[in-house]
Every structure is written in C-alpha cells, then in structure tokens.
C-alpha cells in the first residue's frame, strides 16, 4: 500500500509539472476508462503501457483501430465492435479510478516513451487471449499481466513524439 501511494504522488507530481500544456478532459477520460478497465490491479508502469498503447493507437491512425482520434480507438468505435473494450467497464472503485486518472494525466504530459511502440496487449489471465497478438505482432515485453506488443505497419516512436505535441 504505501509503495502504492508513493508512486502515484509521483505521477501526481510529474502530471502536474508538466501541465503547462493543457489537457483535453475528454481524451484524459477516455484514456483512463481502459486503464480502469483493463489494467487497475497491474503494476504502474503496466498502467502507463496500456495508456500509451491507445495514443500509438491513435498516432498510427489505421481505421481498423478507430482512425486518429484517441476516444474512438478507446471506445473502439470500428467495425470490429465485438472485441473485449476495457473501456466500458463501470467505475466501481473510487482509489482506482483516481489512480487511472492519474496514470492517463502522465501519459498525457509525459515525454517519456518505451524503446518500441506499444500497439497491442492482452491479459495473460485470460485463457488464449494473447494467440492472435503471438502471431500477427511483435512481441515487445511482458509487464505484471499484460503482454505488449507492436505492429509491424506502425512507421516509428518519431510518428508519436509528432502526434503528441
């Protein structure tokens, strides 16, 4: 618990230096609805993965993952609809709620960025979900319960430092 809460005064105090710019309150709901729904028992640093996965998302702007817009890629707005969407879980738990705010803040501010591009992940708790990612993408790194990965079609992280500012 207490190292818990160190990391999110942490992250409470990078998001809020780097708040010079100003954050779009939809896209910071939006990012952090999947970090609540797909990753609030992970590690942090599995959290920001999972909200970074969804700005390379967007930055790469194939339409089969909603196009350039970072709540249609969250709420996957595509015409694949019948996959899982973390995204549209009810919030229910008020501590993780505020933490995935948090982590979508830092993702939002946050120059900092993975070695790879994080296109892709899935849950190693639930059984074969990862199969599809094993053979049409690239593996990146595995962190708590989550696998990373990327696609081969995303250009480069230099795509991404241009789509964030």
Known sequence: MKHSLLIGVSLACVASAAQ???????VLGCIAHVVYGEARDEPVSGQIAVGQSIIFRAAAGLREHGGRDICDVAYKNTPRRWEYDG????IRERLAWDKSLEVAEFVLTSR??????????????????????DRATKFVRQIGNHRFYTDPRFPTLATFASYQQ
């Open 20 to 26: 010079a710019q100003t954050i779009d309150r939809r």
């Open 112 to 133: 900092h960025t993975p070695d790879m591009p994080y296109m892709y992940f899935c849950s190693t708790q639930v059984r074969k979900a990862c199969r599809w990612h």
């Open 87 to 90: 995204a549209k879980v009810r």
